[in-house]
């Protein structure tokens, strides 16, 4: 499978980029799972962006955001792969990069993040420990994670 993985800031994305990405989140977030939401939600400005190509076209995404600005540890949200292209299973290998990339960046801090309840052991296969209880987060059920540093390991 010839999938390319494509690390970029919001300043260094083509717009064309761009509007992909935006019309991929709103497909899954907003389409699939009948989530009315503010996806634009000002933390793209203090993103790295992860996109996942075959040939020009995306496939999956994910986002990494820094510390400080959704929670004290960085965060990987957005995470999606468009349902044309579930057939890949490539959510594994998409995570793992953002966990690679986020632990490079940021090392020592761990990351949190707020998943979807039902995505709860795929998470956990990642390394990702359920902190708190389940909540409602725009009508889907959320749970926080955190996946520790590997230097506190």
Not at 86 to 94: D, F, H, N, T
Request: with cysteine.
């Amino acid at each position: 499978m010839d999938l390319v993985f494509q690390w970029k800031r919001l300043d260094d994305l083509s717009t064309r980029e761009m509007y992909a990405i935006i019309q991929a989140r709103e497909a899954v977030f907003v389409v699939e799972q009948q989530c009315a939401y503010q996806d634009v939600d000002g933390l793209d400005l203090h993103s790295w962006h992860l996109s996942v190509l075959k040939g020009n076209e995306l496939v999956a995404y994910a986002r990494v955001v820094a510390p400080g600005l959704k929670y004290a540890e960085p965060s990987i949200g957005r995470v999606l792969t468009l349902a044309q292209f579930r057939s890949l299973k490539i959510g594994y290998a998409l995570v793992a990069e953002a966990i690679r990339f986020t632990e490079a960046h940021y090392p020592g801090a761990g990351i949190r993040i707020g998943a979807q309840a039902h995505l709860q052991k795929f998470y956990g296969s990642l390394g990702f420990e359920p902190v708190g209880e389940v909540y409602d987060e725009d009508g889907i059920p959320h749970i926080d994670m955190l996946k520790p540093s590997v230097l506190a390991r």
